[in-house]
C-alpha cells in the first residue's frame, strides 16, 4: 500500500441481493494487475446469503459494510466513497466483472493528463461480447479521460459516468 496503508485505488462495490454474482465481481476486483487497492462491498440490506459470500472471500484487501435496511444504490456508492481510503477511487457492480488490466489502462490514461481530467472510463464487453464504451463514442479498447472541475467527483455536464469506470482524482487529501 501507498503512504500510511493508503492503497492506491478503491474499488466500491455496491450490492444488494446479489450473492449469485458478487462473488465474481470481487474477485475480478482482486485479479487486477493493479494489486494495490481495498475492495469495499457496500451491501445495502440484503436479505439473501450476500454477506456470508463477501466475508468467506480470504483477503485482506476486502472490506464488508452492511446497512441496516435497503437505502439504495446512491447511498450505497457514498458509505463506500466515504470508506475509501484510496487515492483513486473506482466503482465496480456486483453483477459486473473487469478484465485483469482495467484499473492499470485508467491509471495511464489519467498519468498522462494534467491534474483537472478527473475521471476515465473504459469500454465494456456485452453478453454477446461486443466492444461498447457506454455511450456509443470512442474507439473500440480504449480509455477515454474526462475533464472536470468537481473535487466531490467527475462532473460531466449530459453524461452520467457507467458505474463500473467512474473515477474520483484529487478527491483525497
Known sequence: ?????????????????????VGRAVESALAQTVTDIEVVVVD???TDDTAAVVTGIDDERVRYLAHERNRG????????IEAARGEY?????????????????????LSRRPPEWIGVYCEFLTPSRRLSDGWS?????????????????????GRSSPSTSSWDRGRRS
Do not use: I
Not at 477511487?89 to 495511464?108: E, I, M
Not at 463514442?137 to 455536464?157: D, E, V, Y
Open 137 to 157: 463514442t470512442g474507439s473500440p479498447g480504449k480509455c477515454s479521460p474526462h475533464p472536470g472541475r468537481s473535487k466531490a467527483g467527475a462532473n460531466w455536464p
Open 44 to 46: 445495502d440490506g440484503s
Open 73 to 80: 444504490r446512491s447511498a450505497a456508492r457514498n458509505t463506500g
Open 89 to 109: 477511487v473506482a466503482f465496480l457492480d456486483s453483477d459486473d466483472r473487469w478484465l485483469p488490466g482495467k484499473l492499470d489502462r485508467q491509471l495511464a490514461e
Open 1 to 21: 500500500m501507498t503512504g500510511a496503508d493508503r492503497p492506491r485505488v478503491s474499488v466500491v462495490v455496491p450490492t444488494y441481493n446479489r450473492a449469485d454474482t
